[in-house]
């Protein structure tokens, strides 16, 4: 058969076999797609484990199911992109000190009537609501590097001549350049009878006073599981997830397991059905809480961070209630690796407890009053709460004319020395316009000779144990009121201002008979004494304001006016309209 006769007859032939193998691979990846679709259905998980008590009545027309859960009305949107891992803005950061990072309960106990607890109010609480320069005369070269100011400024009322030294806290690191590690984490959330309260009255009072909040009314039930959902929309691929629920005892709700395989919009329907019961063991939930990161301590600290973060009203009834229980077993957890954040729900937050135990290495704590507020701060804050990058910050004062006597705005200031001051962790912080949100302690100091030599040495530790310090010498023969900068003013204005409040908090509780204008018009703003604990089942007292502190007030409302003005912070005015009121209280 001629060639070209053969060729047109195999032509045909070899066609027909290209097509039929072009329609099988497209019908194989048609195959793939399908089995990738449905791959990735299955990888989304729903693994919420909590079945909760038998049905409960809970009024007239509201049931729990047998679950223990009202029946589900419309799935919540599935959560928010999550955050890119490197911060946007090409800003510089600081740092700022564990502990207390508001000062909400303080503020909102007075705008409701009530009186504070002395706990309500921290200094470094306070501080974290400013901005501060730092005075930092050069580029930083390292993790973090101190930068002092000095001040010698007149006590208000006696005129008597103070000492100060601000310590700045900066950092070479830039929001560009700053990465959180994946993050194993925990939420361990408190569901006791005491959280079906609104979360604008007080659980041990009774009726609720009223409110023209228009969240008034929500309990904190209500508010701590909106909380842990906004908590949720800042998780991502990489991170794992697990919750933990307590009452007299701990439950588990959701083991840990990666965002990625989870049906994150699920969870989020679960969580803002639960309801409260029971007494309140906050021991169980630490524990449990803390169990559920046991396989994960020996991971990679360079690449995870281990974090609990525990929403309650912190009124412990049941279980190892004592401070040191509670506090030595979040520093056994810190010690391998754990940290705790404590998110504190409702007015009556007793902040007397969680002041004391989270102290400890890598924790802080904030206070939750409206969810608005909230979603706002984790939006700005969630990447910086759940990183530490200094440990074990410990400053040592050489001096033979002057010796600490007061440090404000360590957690661990009562740690302190003539010589020392400890701080456990810093944690990044924000710097707009060349100031650091919360970014400065500050020390009082005891003139003790007219030697004005003062050498200053700090030693620390970061994330992954390598140590860091620094030298350096400064020289304080300032006389006559005198500030280095705008940062250090502000601190002694605002520690001042804390001062005089922790004192008026104190007195209305014991009346002391000395009449409080006498003691400061003598001897000046007296340093507060440390708090007291008491019961955790925390109760009201209605708001007083005796004559002689109503005297204070507006007389240190004229001083503080001043220094507003003077270091140019506009923010300050809260302080001023918060004196007024106190003032006026009875009026």
């Known amino acids: ?246 009452d007299d005892r701990a439950y588990l709700a959701k083991p840990l397991s990666p965002v990625e395989r989870t049906d994150m919009a699920a969870i989020k329907g679960h969580v803002l059905e639960i309801f409260e019961q029971g007494g309140t063991n906050m021991e169980a939930g630490m524990r449990l809480g803390g169990k559920l990161l046991d396989e994960f301590e020996n991971a990679d600290k360079s690449e995870y961070e281990n974090r609990v973060i525990f929403l309650t009203d912190a009124m412990p009834n049941l279980g190892d209630t004592s401070e040191e229980g509670l506090l030595g077993m979040l520093e056994r957890n810190a010690n391998r690796g754990v940290y705790t954040t404590f998110i504190g729900i409702g007015v009556d937050f007793n902040t007397e407890l969680v002041e004391s135990i989270s102290k400890v290495t890598g924790a802080n704590y904030y206070a939750v009053h409206s969810a608005a507020e909230f979603k706002t701060r984790m939006d700005d804050e969630f990447e910086f709460m759940v990183t530490p990058l200094v440990f074990d910050l410990v400053l040592q004062v050489e001096s033979q004319g002057f010796e600490i006597e007061r440090v404000y705005g360590s957690p661990q200031a009562d740690e302190a020395t003539g010589e020392i001051m400890r701080v456990a962790t810093l944690f990044p912080s924000r710097t707009e316009e060349g100031e650091t949100r919360g970014g400065v302690v500050l020390l009082k100091l005891r003139k003790t000779s007219d030697n004005p030599r003062l050498i200053l040495a700090t030693n620390y530790q970061d994330r992954d144990h390598n140590p860091g310090g620094a030298v350096d010498e400064i020289t304080f023969d300032q006389t006559g009121e005198f500030y280095g900068g705008t940062g250090v003013r502000k601190a002694v204005a605002l520690v001042r201002y804390a001062d005089l409040m922790l004192n008026w908090m104190g007195y209305e509780r014991t009346k002391t008979q000395v009449p409080p204008e006498r003691v400061y018009m003598d001897d000046g703003i007296p340093l507060p004494p440390r708090p007291e604990l008491g019961q955790w089942e925390r109760t009201s007292m209605d708001l007083a304001v005796s004559p002689g502190y109503k005297i204070l007030f507006k007389l240190f409302r004229g001083y503080l006016d001043k220094e507003m003005k003077a270091v140019g912070d506009d923010s300050m005015q809260r302080e001023l309209d918060l004196l007024d009121k106190l003032a006026a209280h009875g009026s």
Not at 137 to 166: H, I, K, M, N, W
Not at 207 to 233: I, N, S
């Open 1 to 246: 058969m001629p060639s070209s006769i053969r060729t047109l007859l195999i032509l045909p032939v070899l066609v027909l076999t290209m097509a039929l193998l072009a329609l099988a691979a497209c019908a194989e990846d048609d195959d793939q797609v399908e089995d990738h679709n449905a791959t990735a259905e299955q990888a989304l998980t729903d693994d919420w484990e909590y079945t909760g008590p038998e049905p409960v009545e809970y009024g007239p027309n509201v049931k729990t199911t047998a679950k223990g859960v009202a029946p589900m009305a419309s799935m919540p949107a599935p959560a928010g992109a999550a955050p890119m891992m490197l911060m946007e803005s090409s800003d510089a950061l600081g740092f700022s000190t564990g502990g207390a990072k508001d000062v909400g309960n303080f503020r909102e106990n007075i705008e409701a009537g009530y009186l504070p607890l002395p706990t309500d109010l921290t200094y470094e609480g306070l501080f974290y609501d400013y901005y501060f320069d730092t005075d930092q005369q050069e580029p930083c070269q390292a993790l973090f590097c101190p930068s002092y100011s000095l001040a010698v400024a007149p006590d208000p009322f006696s005129g008597r001549t103070d000492y100060y030294l601000s310590v700045g806290l900066n950092s070479n690191l830039t929001e560009a350049d700053f990465a959180r590690k994946k993050l194993n984490l925990v939420v361990v959330l408190d569901i006791s009878g005491s959280m079906g309260s609104p979360f604008d009255q007080y659980y041990y009072d009774g009726p609720a006073k009223q409110d023209d909040d228009p969240d008034a009314g929500k309990t904190k039930m209500q508010l701590a599981a909106k909380a842990v959902t906004l908590l949720m929309d800042h998780l991502r691929p990489g991170d794992r997830f697990g919750v933990v629920l307590f």
